[in-house]
């Protein structure tokens, strides 16, 4: 009768185990049974690109048509801000200011002479010599002979502001990344003409998923790496989170990761010296990993 209870107590315990309700060693635990400590975010990976600071990169354009016979704008090359970079042709504008500027003198010499005629008009009119009427048609003269000169006067200021803006410069203090037109081309308004960046402004923005955005935040630290610089890694930490998300805009390196996905476009600062270039893809490690 004992042998039985003691083969049932044996069997008992067995089946337990089977089904997985046998108590477990104490000591013992598995790694999906340690929880992370509260509060603790996990890091995330994410590519991206160097890009620079906001108004640190801009190109250039003409804000006119015109001829270049200027192009100071050779890759690499240091300008200053209120450099001169590109000057169009100005021989037709020029003719044209001081065209205007004659007929502004015409102007101002008949407005001249209606004011006289227009005094002598009431001073005969004083003396009865003079109708009402002829005192109006003087006040009508000069006002008439006021407008033209007010209206060559403007024309003289147009011409000369599309004078000045025949001389392109440099609005920063930068480095040529590209040159976008040549010396004796026909551009048109708008047409970019050099393009210019503050090298040492340079930051970093990392299309993290959205799915992770709840375990980034400002001042995360972060790893930086790049290709062409095995084994090197640089130190940076999140400056900015967006407000909003939007679609990828980088191809992901790795084909298996998707492509239609929402992207918070994270600002990384550079915390040391790197020999990344504008634009440069890189990977970075956001947070503990």
Not at 47 to 76: F, I, M, W
Not at 153 to 173: F, G, N
Not at 203 to 228: K, N, Q, T, W
Request: net charge neutral.
């Amino acid at each position: 009768m004992r042998t039985w209870i003691v083969a049932l107590s044996i069997l008992a315990c067995g089946g337990l185990a089977g089904y997985g309700l046998a108590p477990k060693p104490a000591g013992l635990a598995t790694a999906s049974s340690a929880p992370a400590a509260a509060g603790e975010k996990t890091g995330v990976r994410a590519e991206g690109q160097v890009v620079a600071y906001p108004g640190a990169e801009v190109t250039l354009a003409s804000e006119q048509a015109g001829t270049l016979v200027r192009l100071d704008c050779t890759e690499k090359r240091r300008v200053r801000r209120g450099e001169t970079i590109a000057v169009l042709r100005r021989e037709e504008s020029r003719a044209a200011v001081a065209e205007a500027a004659a007929r502004e003198k015409e102007a101002e010499t008949e407005a001249s002479l209606a004011e006289v005629e227009l005094r002598r008009a009431r001073d005969l009119a004083g003396q009865g010599f003079y109708s009402r009427q002829a005192v109006d048609r003087a006040e009508q003269s000069l006002a008439s002979a006021r407008a033209r000169r007010d209206s060559a006067r403007a024309t003289v200021h147009r011409l000369e502001a599309a004078l000045d803006k025949a001389v392109i410069v440099a609005p920063i203090t930068g480095t040529v990344i590209g040159r976008l037109a040549n010396e004796g081309e026909t551009v048109t308004a708008g047409q970019g003409l050099c393009a210019l960046a503050d090298l040492g402004q340079l930051r970093l923005e990392i299309e993290v998923d959205e799915f992770d955005a709840g375990r980034i935040e400002p001042g995360a630290g972060v790893r930086v790496s790049a290709e062409g610089y095995p084994g090197k890694e640089w130190a940076g930490k999140v400056e900015d989170i967006p407000d909003a998300v939007v679609s990828r805009r980088l191809r992901p390196q790795d084909p298996s990761r998707p492509v239609d996905v929402r992207v918070l476009l994270v600002k990384v600062a550079l915390q040391e010296a790197t020999p990344l270039k504008l634009g440069q893809r890189v990977e970075v490690r956001i947070g503990r990993l």
